[in-house]
């Protein structure tokens, strides 16, 4: 299949074989800056073979690849499959001339191909996917505790034991309780033991030395009896003091079944001897850890980013997957300029248990609005208004956007922890 999907490509693009795997991770490392290690390659390696991989070819070079984990992610009220994308990559002689334009055409009809009636990823860019249509649906908050002193805390926590588990047993043991969380939180991926092993725990250590950053041995702690699934866990690293730094605790992932339970192991983390900080790279804006807090100066927000960008290829298959809060029945004029099957104007009729209908129409338009920005809100991580505010979406009827807002809420926001 030769692109026509941009101007000013002159490039094949088609799948990339598996015989071609080790070029291919040689041009995400030329685009990245990258020289991993052999480990680090070998993990890379066994992730972009199960992929789904399109692939631009110059004659008889690649100067192109998408690649895409086949992936399911939790949305509200169920779970629908996603390509979640990875391993962006253009040769830095082929930058700007529509190549990543047209290997994103090839993957929406991969998508397509495979009832993935929706797409993801982590950007390295803010500033890249927003014209391909991709909203930024999760945002994370990175928090840092003052542990110097011990946790403060406005309830009492959870009385059982914690105790350490080998890394190696973590993910049968912790499986349970972030499995619990699914239903509740949009935005999370199902994890099988492959993802658990390599995405969460890194337990081969394909990680380089500058992401652990000094941080040493993972640890899990685990709250509740052995046998039982875990009221909560944490899976985290230390660093002792030295080099003009404070001994600090990095947390990489924190469930719990309850604020009590989140609050036995905050305060557990908070107090391990040599450590006088206790930093978290992305934790969920509505974090009761935020709350529970009797004294809120000791927890700092550092940073808020948007993480997880979604991409939702088939609208309508994706708004009749997810659940409603509210009834519903609005007019809808839809742009996607990279999708125009997407595009024209649809009435939404949805609602707790209703069946979604989203159908052409030529009633006038309550509200005009952007796939991206749908996107944005599909996860009910973003009210629409916030767009409309923006000069991004366009109210025509009066009360339109509260209603959509309010259908499309959730009770807890989306979060997404792993960056895949
Ligand atoms: C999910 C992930 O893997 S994220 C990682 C993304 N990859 C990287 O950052 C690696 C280094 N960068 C690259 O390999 C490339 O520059 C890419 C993949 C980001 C872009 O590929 P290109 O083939 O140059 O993009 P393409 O030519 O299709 O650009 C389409 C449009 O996006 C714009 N665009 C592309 N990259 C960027 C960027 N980094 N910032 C802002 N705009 C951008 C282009 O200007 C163009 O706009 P136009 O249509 O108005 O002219």
Avoid at 49 to 63: H, I, K, N, P
Avoid at 279 to 285: F, K, N
Avoid at 337 to 359: D, V
Wanted: net charge negative; aromatic share 6%; with cysteine.
């Amino acid at each position: 299949m030769t692109s026509d999907d941009h101007p000013h490509t002159t490039t094949d693009i088609r799948d990339i074989p598996e015989s071609d795997l080790d070029r291919a991770l040689d041009l995400a490392y030329l685009a990245f800056h990258l020289k991993p290690a052999d480990k680090t390659r070998r993990h890379h390696h066994d992730l972009l073979r199960e992929c789904a991989r399109v692939g631009a070819y110059d004659g008889g070079s690649l100067a192109g690849m998408v690649g895409a984990h086949r992936l399911t992610l939790s949305i509200p009220g169920g779970r629908l499959p996603c390509s979640a994308v990875d391993f962006v990559s253009v040769a830095p002689t082929h930058r700007r001339r529509g190549v990543l334009t047209s290997m994103l055409a090839g993957l929406w009809r991969r998508c397509a191909d495979e009832g993935r009636p929706i797409a993801c990823l982590w950007a390295s860019e803010s500033a890249i996917y927003g014209r391909f249509g991709f909203g930024a649906a999760t945002e994370a908050y990175s928090v840092e505790i003052d542990s110097s002193r011990p946790l403060a805390l406005r309830l009492a926590p959870d009385a059982r034991p914690l105790r350490l588990i080998d890394p190696a047993d973590a993910a049968e043991v912790l499986a349970p309780r972030y499995d619990a969380t699914l239903p509740h939180r949009a935005g999370r991926f199902t994890r099988d033991r492959a993802w658990w092993r390599n995405e969460v725990l890194d337990l081969d250590g394909a990680r380089s030395a500058e992401d652990l950053d000094g941080f040493g041995a993972l640890r899990v702690v685990v709250l509740g009896a052995p046998g039982e699934v875990p009221g909560g866990y944490a899976v985290y690293r230390t660093r002792g003091p030295g080099d003009n730094r404070p001994g600090a605790v990095r947390v990489d992932e924190l469930e719990a079944e309850s604020a009590p339970a989140a609050a036995a192991l905050w305060s557990y983390l908070c107090s391990i001897d040599l450590t006088t900080k206790v930093q978290i790279d992305a934790r969920p804006a509505d974090d009761p850890l935020l709350y529970l807090v009797a004294d809120r100066d000791q927890v700092r927000v550092t940073g808020q980013e948007p993480s997880l960008w979604v991409r939702l290829v088939d609208v309508r298959a994706a708004l009749a997957a997810r659940s409603w809060a509210s009834p519903v029945d609005l007019v809808i004029d839809l742009g996607d300029a990279a999708l125009p099957a997407n595009a024209g104007r649809f009435r939404l009729i949805a609602g707790p248990g209703r069946t979604t209908s989203w159908s052409a129409t030529t009633d006038s338009p309550d509200l005009a609005l952007d796939v991206r920005e749908l996107a944005a809100c599909y996860l009910g991580g973003s009210p629409l208004r916030r767009f409309v505010h923006a000069g991004l979406a366009t109210e025509h009827t009066p009360g339109a956007v509260r209603r959509l807002d309010a259908a499309l809420e959730t009770a807890w926001l989306p979060f997404t922890g792993e960056n895949y």
